[in-house]
């Protein structure tokens, strides 16, 4: 079959590589329908995430048809559509049984790295590195799917492939960093990003009962959509300072919540970037905190800070005198999905979340490396851009 390898920084090919077959019964095969390109995937791409070997699989977005199941799946039979968490949960684990779908004690294959990076192991996750499980990713035309009936849901027929497709990693990811952000009615919330992570986080802040929700980006097309399909304010921090603004929108007090849904690879117009993009470069940080600083400077005291983004290990000049002498909370976490994804379902079957207009591309799984291309540099609008397998 085909499928999007990684061979290097910076380097993406279609190969072909032998079918997925499975391993044990509690195992289904998927034939993709959809996947797409996200944020995180370009870390990968660029060399900033370890244990990479060439030849990985990647992509961790998807919907698909069950086309094979193990002896010992009771929820999904052959023909099913069904979107599939990114992050791969036992559902027997303490973890699993407290909701903590991404910190699942049985599904990383490869402990010992992660545990060196972040003191313990998380989950598994699909196409994201031997350090996250060594998992075959989603950019492929069949996709092996371990403890299906914890990680696979039945997408409603009001739902279409498209938007469904979100629902594997965008809208929980999203949604986590309002809950968890603890966003409550009457709350000023401001979101770092106007990708489809921090889309998708201003419009769950907004179904959790959100006063104002205040979205931070520098991409007129994101910004635009924001406003459009989304219903949030935004600020274009190119065109003003976003701690002044941000003072001056909540009368002098700062958002209750601040929500970072950039990651390890933060742009910014001032001279900090320029610092933190030549540590970066030079391996003397692994990634670029920017929109973390920013937001635990702009949030009010007794606040709270949640990181949606993507982070692999140490940052530089992390703001933490602020953290303490504003009382702030900060929270972090990868998406939780298993705990969201069937509510986000029945949510987007009433009208209640839409997430199509996210798709502003499709190309073929022969084009990805060019979906990437068009996707890191941001050219001709794309915010996205979905990878079917014979479009």
């Known amino acids: 079959m085909k499928a999007l390898c990684w061979q290097g920084v910076n380097k993406l090919s279609v190969e072909q590589v032998p079918d997925p ?3 044990n019964d509690q195992d289904v095969i998927v034939r993709l329908i959809a996947g797409t390109t996200c944020g995180s995937d370009l870390h990968l791409i660029g060399g900033y995430i370890p244990a990479m070997r060439s030849g990985d699989v990647i992509g961790h977005e998807f919907l698909g048809e069950v086309v094979e199941t193990g002896s010992a799946v009771r929820r999904h ?5 069904v979107v599939v968490a990114s992050f791969v949960g036992c559902g027997r684990c303490w973890y699993c049984a407290n909701d903590l779908w991404s910190l699942c004690d049985n599904t990383n294959t490869n402990p010992g790295i992660a545990q060196a990076m972040f003191g313990y192991e998380s989950g598994g996750i699909f196409g994201y590195s031997h350090a996250m499980g060594g998992l075959r990713g989603s950019h492929a035309e069949y996709v092996r799917v371990p403890f299906a009936d914890y990680g696979a849901f039945h997408v409603p027929e009001a739902v279409d492939d498209t938007s469904a497709m979100f629902v594997s990693d965008s809208v929980p990811t999203g949604w986590m960093g309002a809950d968890l952000g603890g966003v409550k009615p009457g709350d000023v919330v401001a979101v770092w990003g106007c990708g489809a992570v921090g889309q998708m986080a201003a419009r769950a802040a907004i179904l959790l009962g959100a006063e104002r929700v205040i979205s931070i980006d520098r991409i007129p097309e994101r910004l635009a959509m924001t ?5 949030a304010e935004t600020i274009d921090y190119t065109a003003t300072d976003v701690a ?3 003072r001056e929108r909540t009368g002098g007090r700062g958002p209750d919540v601040c929500i970072e849904a950039v990651g390890m690879e933060a742009h910014s117009d001032g001279p900090m970037h320029l610092y933190d993009q030549a540590k970066q470069q030079l391996r003397l940080q692994t990634d ?3 929109a973390v600083r920013q937001a635990i400077h702009a949030c009010r005291k ?3 800070v949640f990181v949606l983004g993507v982070f692999a290990g140490a940052v530089d000049k992390f703001p933490l005198g602020a953290v303490i ?5 900060v929270r972090g976490a990868q998406q939780h999905g298993q705990r969201y994804i069937p509510m986000i379902l029945e949510r987007m079957a009433k009208g209640e979340l839409s997430t199509a207009h996210l798709a502003t591309h499709t190309v073929p799984l022969d084009e990805a490396p060019r979906a990437y291309d068009m996707f890191k540099h941001k050219t001709d609008g ?5 990878i079917r397998p014979g479009t």
Do not use: F
């Open 21 to 23: 077959e499975l391993r």
């Open 77 to 81: 039979k052959v023909g099913d559509r």
């Open 227 to 231: 406003e459009q399909h989304i219903g």
């Open 244 to 246: 002044a603004e941000l």
């Open 288 to 290: 670029r905190p920017t």
């Open 302 to 304: 007794g606040g709270t």
């Open 325 to 329: 002498n504003k009382g702030l909370t």
């Open 382 to 386: 794309c915010v996205r851009a979905v």
